[in-house]
């Protein structure tokens, strides 16, 4: 019998990720991430989950400076990445910087995977700006690069740090449908690029990432608190699926959200966040659904006056290392990703 959607199907084995059970929890190998986003920089949760462990303050000094190492663009890439049309969807141009990227770097003995994984960390914001027309320093943090690629207001420090706890609860989750496809396509042998540019694609998608741009949109398609109940029961009535709703493992809390949701306490409230608690409200009351990490990343980028059409890109430079991480990981005890199908065509027809 075949599972659709290989719902509760173990598929592989990980030691970077174990997120659900019946704490309901996400760890990056044995840390509680939300933990971590409280404590470390995105640079030293790449380092835990690409190198195995957290880094010393040596360990976390040196890689910093090997990062600033990695941000020189290669001339003709930078010059394509500055033609695209400016209504361009963000997602095909992070997925044609890093298509472009193999043709001028690609991978081999030197080049490896794990140079390349830290190169696309530094590079896919840089790879954003560049398109928008914006510059980012060399010894920029991830965070600050990503909020100077994304953001149309001054950059602060508040952003900055929220922005580095959001990448951070975005940065690994498992076997979720991006991390499989970048693993099925570098369980062929396959390169790197290759399975990057299979999981940007498949992070694209509303179900998955794209699930925050369309959040915001419910959000705000409501003026005032005052209208959300009856607005979210009538979408339910006529069985719409609300973005930023649901998950295929947690039932009953998204540590995730519940993180972003202290985030933007912490922060001055607005109009939306209330109206967001609200929608939380109803769909608990009503249907017993849990908002997912796309809900309130949602309404923290709106406050950071970012643009929705780049909220799933803000994803991919969170994922890029539970990504790379993972194409290690299959790479180091690889077998070819093959399963089987239920037939249920005619019978052979003479
Ligand atoms: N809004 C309304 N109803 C929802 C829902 C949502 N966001 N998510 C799940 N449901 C309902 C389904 O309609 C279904 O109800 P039914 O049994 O009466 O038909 C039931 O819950 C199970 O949903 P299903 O889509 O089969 O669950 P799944 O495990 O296949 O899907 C998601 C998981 C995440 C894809 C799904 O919850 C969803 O589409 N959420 C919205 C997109 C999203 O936020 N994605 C980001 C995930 S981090």
């Known amino acids: 019998m075949s599972q659709k959607g290989l719902a509760n199907v173990t598929a592989g084995e990980t030691a970077l990720c174990k997120l659900g059970g019946k704490s309901e929890e996400l760890y990056y190998r044995g840390y509680n991430a939300c933990k971590l986003a409280d404590k470390y920089s995105f640079e030293a949760v790449a380092f835990l989950l690409l190198k195995g462990h957290v880094p010393s303050d040596d360990e976390i000094s040196a890689y910093t400076e090997e990062l600033v190492l990695l941000t020189d663009i290669p001339f003709d890439v930078e010059k394509t990445l500055r033609g695209l049309p400016e209504d361009a969807n963000a997602m095909d141009v992070l997925r044609t910087g890093v298509s472009l990227l193999g043709i001028f770097e690609p991978e081999n003995d030197d080049y490896h995977g794990l140079v390349i994984a830290n190169r696309l960390m530094v590079l896919l914001p840089r790879f954003l700006a560049i398109w928008r027309g914006k510059s980012v320093p060399k010894n920029a943090s991830i965070a600050e690069a990503v909020c100077i690629a994304c953001c149309d207001s001054d950059v602060d420090d508040v952003f900055v740090d929220a922005m580095n706890q959001s990448l951070i609860l975005y940065a690994e989750h498992e076997f979720n449908a991006s991390t499989f496809a970048a693993r099925v396509t570098s369980a062929t042998l396959s390169d790197m690029y290759s399975a990057i540019c299979s999981a940007i694609g498949t992070l694209r998608g509303p179900l998955h990432g794209g699930a925050n741009e369309q959040a ?29 709703f649901g998950h295929r493992v947690y039932k009953t809390k998204d540590p995730r959200s519940h993180k972003l949701y202290s985030i933007l306490d912490s922060l001055p409230h607005t109009d939306l966040f209330d109206i967001a608690k609200e929608i939380e409200r109803i769909m608990m009351d009503e249907k017993q659904l849990i908002s997912n990490v796309d809900f309130y990343t949602a309404v923290l980028y709106e406050q950071m006056n970012i643009k929705p059409n780049l909220f799933v890109a803000i994803f991919v430079f969170g994922r890029i290392i539970g990504w790379s991480a993972h194409v290690l990981e299959q790479r180091a005890n690889n077998r070819l990703i093959r399963p089987l199908a239920e037939y249920i065509g005619p019978d052979p027809i003479d």
Do not use: C, H, P
Not at 225 to 241: C, D, H, P, R, T
């Open 216 to 244: 915001l949109y419910l959000i705000k398609s409501f003026d005032n608190i005052a209208s959300v109940e009856e607005g979210i029961k009538q979408k339910l009535i006529n069985k719409e699926k609300l973005m930023g």
